[in-house]
């Protein structure tokens, strides 16, 4: 059998898409493990943090190339979920910094909401089918699985994920397909870490308060990135989302400078974190142990150390977004689709990163005929 449409990996964006396709299509949906979409019922500690009502592509998305995104949400964006969401009774409703959390606060909720439009849509899913190869055979793919069973497709969608978060049974098979079928692979790097600094913060340890965050390039006295946001001190780490926000902000900046040959230590060397105050919310033992007063608002710390690849809940970078078309369709292999987290765009939290999976399955799919 040749099926029209596969999609690798059963997770938010490979069934969203497969929602999307065609009714008439012949589709077929291959999971590795014996579950399906583990991460999006983790999401928002299992409310689901479906999307954001107040979406900036230029400022909420981190990339080499964010035209790109322009182009993707022009055509699927917030609004458009909403109205997903509204037209199927899924109510939401909006929490700090806009999010958008499911008001039943139980992901299975949209989960079941997903399987039975799958249902609708005529797919078929197998699961323990671990994926090991792609080839191209003339105008289709052959698909060949880890027990030799194999499939042929005209079309492929690949939805896997990056290989961080373990917990969630995360993999690097797309970097082994997108090499197989020599496509440009941006660098990668750890994101979601808290931030070790060199200044010991042991007696402010899981005190919180707001806080502005520069990320300064010491040689140039470069502001890089900015943002407001409650900030949370942890022994020699600083955590919650604006630190979150700002580790990914640093990755952004060295993939745009050149000639860094040891990444690491650019960043031990040259990066700093400033940290401005708001004296009205500190508390005592914060102005004490910082020395903070009226004139001086702000303190200036050292990177420590970088955190590794297991440690971090996603890693940056991937898929350069010049091998692809604006419908996440690859340039040199026609029908050959990549969505969501194997492509060089990562987020701010508060679910920028739901609604680009969204985003990215819905015009891949209605790309397909």
Request: hydrophobic share 45%; charged share 25%; proline share 1%.
């Amino acid at each position: 059998m040749i099926y029209d449409v596969i999609i690798i990996w059963a997770w938010a964006s490979g069934l969203f898409a497969w929602i999307n396709l065609d009714k008439n299509l012949n589709k077929l949906i291959l999971e590795k493990t014996s579950k399906i979409w583990t991460k999006l019922l983790l999401s928002g500690w299992e409310r689901a943090n479906v999307s954001n009502i107040n979406i900036d592509t230029q400022n909420d998305y981190f990339s080499q190339n964010k035209k790109f995104l322009k182009s993707v949400f022009s055509k699927y964006n917030q609004w458009n979920f909403m109205n997903f969401c509204a037209e199927n009774w899924l109510n939401l409703i909006e929490e700090d910094r806009w999010r958008l959390i499911l008001e039943s606060w139980n992901s299975k909720e949209i989960l079941n909401l997903f399987l039975d439009k799958i249902r609708e849509n005529n797919c078929k899913i197998k699961l323990n089918s671990e994926v090991t190869k792609i080839d191209k055979k003339e105008n289709k793919y052959e698909i060949i699985l880890k027990n030799w069973e194999k499939y042929l497709a005209k079309n492929i969608i690949i939805s896997t994920w990056w290989k961080s978060f373990f917990q969630a049974w995360t993999t690097w098979d797309w970097y082994n397909f997108a090499k197989e079928f020599w496509l440009k692979i941006t660098n990668t790097f750890p994101w979601l870490c808290w931030i070790s600094i060199k200044k010991d913060l042991s007696d402010l340890s899981w005190i919180s308060t707001n806080a502005k965050i520069n990320l300064i390039d010491k040689n140039t006295s470069k502001t890089i990135y900015s943002e407001k946001w409650p900030l949370l001190f942890t022994h020699f780490w600083l955590s919650w989302p604006i630190i979150f926000n700002t580790w990914i902000a640093i990755w952004e900046y060295l993939a745009w400078l050149k000639n860094i040959e040891n990444y690491d230590k650019y960043i031990l060397d040259n990066l700093s974190i400033e940290i401005g105050f708001d004296l009205n919310n500190l508390s005592k033992k914060i102005i004490n142990l910082l020395d903070i007063n009226e004139d001086n608002l702000i303190i200036n710390l050292d990177i420590h150390s970088l955190r590794s690849l297991k440690e971090a809940k996603i890693t940056t970078w991937w898929i350069n977004l010049d091998e692809l078309d604006n419908n996440m369709q690859s340039k040199k292999h026609k029908w050959l689709f990549f969505i969501w987290e194997v492509v060089d765009i990562t987020w701010k939290t508060w679910g920028y990163n739901l609604q680009w999976c969204w985003s990215s399955a819905y015009i891949a799919s209605k790309y397909i005929k």
